[in-house]
């Protein structure tokens, strides 16, 4: 008898441990439901860092080159509706300000690709280059006080609560030697941009050490 009560309880202490065992994996599995059911439809984040990466001219032929990405570490999708590269100098205002380059490198290359407008899906990472044609004489004459020519990039956002946003800054200045020609360049930003940000980045730029998210940049000498 006392045998046969002490497996009895043996069994039942199994039992219990299993139940318990049970009701914690359910209990566990009920609380990662509600914390996705919440990072889905109630959490908001928005973020999308802006990074340049790539700053490349080739002078002597006029050809500009740039490479952004953009990378989405919110849990909403982000719309990218223009990137375009720019020149610091003045067209038709007293004061310099960023101008557009939209001349194309070749026909069938555009300026920005992919084609604007796009989306960058929540957690994605889009790659977007840029491609456009700037004469040297023209680089040469926007010299600023800071001395060089300054290069930048525009980028129009907009977030999934459909607030528009808009940011231009330097990316890399243009090294100008005493006979007034290009003989290389540097980066001017040492670090990612929130592309949920308005800004209005003026030359000369940043200001930081060179680090992880220092652009590659290179300018060929103008002979």
Known sequence: MVHESSEKGEMTARWRTRMDLTAIVAVS????????????????NQQLDVTVTEVSYVTNRGELYMTVAFSNGGNRDAALLRVE???????????????????????????TAPKMPTIVKAGGVDVITLSTMLNPGDAEKAVTTQGGAYLGVRVA????DGNLFFLQHPVARLLIDRQGRIHGAEPAIHRSLS????????????????????????????Y
Do not use: C
Not at 30 to 37: C, Q, R, T, Y
Not at 157 to 160: D, I, V, Y
Not at 203 to 221: C, H, L, R, Y
């Open 29 to 44: 599995a009920l609380a990662i439901s509600g914390l996705s059911f919440y990072r889905s439809y109630i959490y908001t």
């Open 85 to 111: 590269p720019a020149v610091w100098g003045r067209r038709s205002k007293p004061d310099p300000e960023w101008l557009p380059l939209i001349e194309r490198v070749h026909p069938n290359i555009p300026v």
């Open 157 to 160: 956002t907009m977030n999934s």
């Open 195 to 222: 592309g949920f940000l308005d800004l209005e980045g003026a030359p000369p730029g940043d200001m930081q050490q060179s680090n992880k998210k220092t652009p590659f940049v290179w300018a060929e000498e103008h």
